[in-house]
């Protein structure tokens, strides 16, 4: 931190220190001592404070254990809900999501439907449709055209319909979700 800190002049200080303590990075260490999580996390809080216009992460929690990749894709999503004016998520080569911030916040829904009995097993046919589960009674749908999906979830005939935002940190976990 030290040694790259001075190469940035819009480097974020504050921003060095909770992320120091976010991802609880141990005080001065050679890098080849780290664990690989700790070079992970100490690379992210690297690229995050340097002030940089643009920034492009490729599998930013590799190395991580489950519990600090969550830390650290809470933290990234916080960072970029604050400075991020527009995002873009690639999954294997393919561009999967792309647009200005409020506008994809805007645009994705989770719809719930609960149903008498069992939730059906029918494939959604409306574009838009990211991911659909079924949990017995419980059919969930991540959306990003609502009106379309709309029509077709009420024709199954579900006792509720519920809908509500998603978080960006939603967004991206759908988006790049390996088939099950």
């Known amino acids: 931190i030290a040694f790259t800190r001075p190469f940035f002049p819009k480097w974020r200080t504050d921003l060095e220190q909770k992320y120091r303590q976010k991802f609880e990075l141990p005080g001065p260490r050679d890098i080849k001592d780290l664990s690989r999580g700790t070079r992970t996390k ?4 690297l690229a995050l404070c340097r002030g940089a216009d643009l920034l492009i992460l490729d599998e930013p929690t590799s190395g ?3 519990a600090m990749a969550e830390d650290v894709l809470q933290a990234l999503v916080g960072h970029v809900d604050q400075i991020a004016d527009h ?3 690639v999954d294997r080569g ?3 999501l792309a647009g200005a911030l409020d506008d994809v916040r805007e645009r994705y829904q989770r719809v719930q439907l609960v149903f008498a009995g069992d939730a059906p ?4 046919k409306s574009p838009g449709v990211v991911r659909v589960t079924r949990h017995g009674r419980v059919l969930t749908i991540l959306t990003s055209d609502r009106e379309p ?3 077709e979830v009420r024709s199954l005939a579900p006792a509720s319909i519920d809908w509500s935002p998603v978080t960006l940190k939603d967004i991206f976990l759908e988006s790049v979700r390996t088939e099950d």
């Not at 097993?121 to 959604?124: E, H, I, M, R």
């Open 42 to 45: 100490l690379a992210l809080l």
């Open 64 to 66: 991580l254990d489950p």
């Open 87 to 89: 995002i873009a998520i």
């Open 94 to 96: 393919r561009m999967v």
């Open 121 to 124: 097993d029918v494939p959604l």
């Open 149 to 151: 999906l709309l029509a």
